[in-house]
Every structure is written in C-alpha cells, then in structure tokens.
C-alpha cells in the first residue's frame, strides 16, 4: 500500500494542487522545494527565494511539513554544463527534459526514497500513467506506460519523456486527469487564492528576465557566420553565433524585408541556412 509520498513544491498553483489532492484522498504527504539555480535579477532579488516562501506558505496552509534540498550543484554539472556543451556544438537541447530526467526524477526521487522512506514521490505535472493517478493500478513487476493529460493544451508527457521504468512506476501525477481551469478553481476554493492568482512561470529558470541570446552571450562566445537562402544560394545576411538560431526559429536578418526561418545549422561552415516559407520545404509521409 502507497502510504508516505514526497510532493515537490515549486510555489506555483500546480504543485500546490497535486499535494493538496494527495492529503484529502489520505497520503502521508511531505513537502519539499527543490533549489536548483541561484542567481538574482537586475534588482538584486532571487526569485527562488520568493518561490520558497510561497511554497512555505502552501505547506503551512495545507499542514503538510515542507524540507529545502540544494541540488544547485547537480543541476550545474547534470543540468546545465551539458546543454552549454550542446549550444556550442549547434544543438538546442530542452533544459526540462535534462532537469526531469537528471534532478527531479533522479536526485530528487532517490532522495525521496532514501531519506524520507517514500512509497512514491509526485509531482504538479500534468500527465498520467497507467498506474493510475495515485498508483491505485501498482503491479510490482509491471512496466509502466506514460500517458497524455486530459488537459492535451497542458500536457506535458514530452518533457517527461526521458524519465526511466524505475522512477516512473513510483511517480503520481494527481493533475493527469483535471482541466488546468478546474486545477484553479480547486486552489481556490482550497484558501490558496493568492497561489491560484500567481502569474504563471513559463521560462527557464536560469534566464529570468533576460533574453535568451544575452544569456548565452555570457557563457559561449560569439562566433560570426553566414545566413544562407536556401532556394538561391544567396549570402543574404550574418548572424552571431549558430548556438543563438534553432530550427525553425524566425531570423530577424538586417536589409530584409521578407521574414526568413532558420532551417538547418552547419556546424563545419558556421552557417545558417533559411527559408521564407519552412512549411513548404518538408514532406510529410504517411
């Protein structure tokens, strides 16, 4: 029987939700916020730190402990080290899929486990399995199947992608099977109003405000190229680094009138090779 489950708590509505639907249905819930970047913005605050105190707030509200783990170091060397090797290699690797496959679904989940004793841990994501909600189809011996959120707008299976068996037939995800405006309302009418009122945060945390090509400015150096026009041939313009263009992206290339789209990257030449239409340059093949 499921009994002790470790819910992580981010400060955001979801997470708030998720441990909030595992205390009614019974669980012996334990709260923990997962720091995993520290930097602060223009104005010399951290915004981990006020998502830690939401996040206390939720757990005080909802009388459920809430423990800080640190994993900052593990997402710098599993986490972000790899997807700046990448960036400079002409890739765009996702930073949810790496931070789910290596700090919440593996740090954070053998923490759980270990530590805390957990049955299983869960988490705000909206997705389910075949285990069901709350792993009321468990079979000890069984592989699990990650399954689409009913929510699809909201679904998120494909960050999830990448987590393995062992992790993933332990995992409850109590928003699988809600509609995020249902998700609200149940904050709400829970006395979490000023987390169901919260802005949403849809960024990555290590950029904050910032935009991405000033990001990564700071720690790949520019390396000027080449756009290419695929149709003519044509140099029509120069970019500043091929870790700033992904596929399918829109270029803002000086002297054109016309939007251009990042098409593919060439990493020996340093170019980038663009369409004004993408759509039309793909095959679909059934």
Not at 8 to 37: P, R, Y
Not at 47 to 56: N, S
Not at 174 to 179: E, K, M
Request: glycine share 6%; with cysteine; aromatic share 12%.
């Amino acid at each position: 029987m499921m009994r002790n489950v470790v819910v992580g708590i981010s400060g955001g509505v979801d997470s708030a939700v998720a441990a909030f639907l595992l205390k009614i249905k019974g669980f012996n819930v334990t709260g923990v916020f997962m720091k995993n970047w520290d930097i602060r913005d223009e104005t010399g605050k951290c915004m981990v730190e006020k998502d830690y105190d939401d996040a206390r707030w939720i757990c005080d509200k909802l009388k459920i402990p809430l423990i800080q783990v640190n994993f900052v170091k593990e997402y710098w060397n599993e986490v972000f080290s790899d997807i700046v090797e990448k960036y400079q290699n002409g890739y765009t690797p996702n930073p949810d899929i790496l931070c789910n496959k290596n700090i919440k679904f593996d740090k954070f989940f053998h923490l759980a486990r270990n530590r805390f004793q957990a049955d299983a841990i869960a988490t705000g994501h909206y997705a389910k399995t075949s285990f069901g909600a709350y792993l009321e189809n468990y079979e000890a011996n069984k592989n699990v199947r990650l399954l689409q959120a009913q929510d699809s707008n909201k679904d998120q299976t494909f960050f999830l992608s990448q987590v393995p068996q062992e992790t993933l037939r332990h995992c409850m995800f109590p928003l699988g099977t809600h509609l995020k405006n249902h998700v609200k309302m149940m904050a709400t009418e829970a006395g979490l109003c000023q987390i169901a009122r919260k802005k949403e945060s849809m960024g990555i945390c290590f950029v904050g405000k910032r935009e991405f090509q000033h990001f990564i400015s700071e720690y790949i150096a520019d390396k000027p190229g080449d756009y290419i026009d695929l149709d003519s041939g044509l140099l029509i313009g120069k970019h500043d680094g091929i870790h700033k263009r992904t596929i399918g992206q829109r270029c803002n290339i000086s002297g054109c009138l016309k939007p251009y789209y990042v098409f593919s990257k060439d990493q020996e030449s340093n170019t980038v090779i663009v369409v004004v239409q993408l759509i039309q340059h793909y095959t679909v093949i059934f």
